[in-house]
C-alpha cells in the first residue's frame, strides 16, 4: 500500500521550531521529488518547499527562505521540513507530497498525499 504520513506538528510559541517528518511506505522516496504544503483556514493550499529527486535540489517559496530546511533521508525512506523561527503566519496544516519524476526540478503536480500535520504559532 502507497502511503505518506506526516508527523511532528503542535503549538509552539512565535519564534520556536518544529521539524516535520514524511516518511513513506510502499514505495521508495529516493525517486521522488517531494514537496511540503500548508493550508490555513479560508486560504488556498500553497507550496512551502521541495526537493528534487536528482542531486536534491532545494526550494523554498519567500516566505520561509532562509527559516525552514527541507532534507531527506533515503535510509530511513524520510523527507523532513525542519521550521525554525515559526511566526504566528505559518500556522497551518502542512502536506507532503510526492511525484516519480526525474529531475532537478520539482514537479507542478504531485500523485501522493499525505493526511496532513498541524502546526500551530501562537502566544
Known amino acids: ?51 528534487s529527486s536528482y542531486n536534491d535540489v532545494t526550494y523554498y517559496r519567500a516566505s520561509v527562505r532562509g527559516r525552514f530546511t527541507i ?6 525512506n524520510t523527507v523532513y521540513l525542519q521550521m525554525n523561527s515559526l511566526k504566528p503566519e505559518d500556522t497551518a496544516v502542512y502536506y507532503c507530497a510526492a511525484e516519480n519524476v526525474y529531475g532537478e526540478t520539482c514537479p507542478p503536480n504531485y500523485n501522493e498525499w499525505g493526511q496532513g500535520t498541524q502546526v500551530t504559532v501562537s502566544s
Open 1 to 51: 500500500q502507497v502511503q505518506l504520513v506526516e508527523s511532528g506538528g503542535g503549538s509552539v510559541q512565535p519564534g520556536g521550531s518544529l521539524r516535520l517528518s514524511c516518511v513513506a511506505s510502499g514505495f521508495s522516496l529516493s525517486s521522488y521529488a517531494v514537496g511540503w504544503f500548508r493550508q490555513s483556514p479560508g486560504k488556498e493550499r500553497e507550496g512551502v518547499s521541495c526537493i
Open 71 to 76: 532534507s531527506r533521508d533515503n535510509a530511513k
